[in-house]
Nanobody, 120 residues
Framework: VQLQASGGGLVQAGGSLRLSCAAS????????MGWFRQAPGKEREFVAV????????YYADSVKGRFTASRDNAKNTGFLQMNSLKPEDTAVYYC??????????????WGQGTLVTVSS
């Protein structure tokens, strides 16, 4: 399984970005696509997860109400719509496939990461 993330960039505070993550290969064993982020000097943290089968989502408190995860099952692609971005959202964002979980250890395959920078 390969994951290709895209959509990162530089945006002003209050702006929006949409991340995409295209999965190729045998993804049928994965239950969900998760999104994580890692800021400089910090540990990787959970952001959001969406279940492939029914679109059930779960979000970290820090992004709830601002970020929305979605998916296109036909294209094996997940999306993370990020609105009302804040400087503290600046990080490398990773997509991953695995269990419907907030724990990094339960994700089997990871994308390469895409940098999101929010200026104040």
């Amino acid at each position: 399984v390969q994951l290709q993330a895209s959509g990162g960039g530089l945006v002003q505070a209050g702006g929006s970005l949409r991340l995409s993550c295209a999965a190729s290969g045998h993804t049928f064993n994965s239950v969900a696509m998760g999104w994580f982020r890692q800021a400089p000097g910090k540990e990787r943290e959970f952001v959001a997860v969406i279940r492939w089968s029914d679109g059930l989502t779960y979000y970290a408190d820090s992004v709830k109400g601002r970020f929305t995860a979605s998916r296109d099952n036909a294209k094996n692609t997940g999306f993370l719509q990020m609105n009302s971005l804040k400087p503290e959202d600046t990080a490398v964002y990773y997509c991953a496939v695995g269990d419907f979980s907030t724990a990094t250890i339960l994700y089997t395959y990871w994308g390469q990461g895409t940098l999101v920078t929010v200026s104040s």
